[in-house]
């Protein structure tokens, strides 16, 4: 991970960021616990499938894991893969005339 945590300070990402996005990596490769190279996207919609049953925010884990592909240079693995229906925030009028 040290490896990763540079790659990350040299993308320029603050310190928290960095720390974030390693603790999300990590508990990605926990749960995969196969080599990394191996994985594919079906692997990870499971993963995002999984995050979803222990409510956690999946958008900053998919972020996290897709820095770590692409500094594995699977760039592929992690292409094209959104996730949708989440709730977005509407501002209310604040003002009346």
Request: aromatic residues 16%; glycine residues 4%; charged residues 25%.
């Amino acid at each position: 991970m040290k490896e990763f945590t540079a790659y990350l300070k040299n993308r320029d990402l603050s310190k928290p960021t960095q720390e974030y996005y390693v603790y999300n990596v990590s508990r990605f490769l926990l749960w995969y616990q196969n080599d990394p190279i191996g994985c594919s996207k079906k692997d990870i919609i499971k993963y995002l499938d999984y995050l979803q049953n222990e409510n956690i925010t999946r958008r900053n884990h998919l972020i996290a894991i897709n820095h770590y592909f692409h500094f594995l240079g699977l760039k592929k693995v992690t292409a094209f893969i959104k996730i949708r229906g989440t709730k977005k925030k509407r501002l209310l009028n604040v003002f009346s005339v």
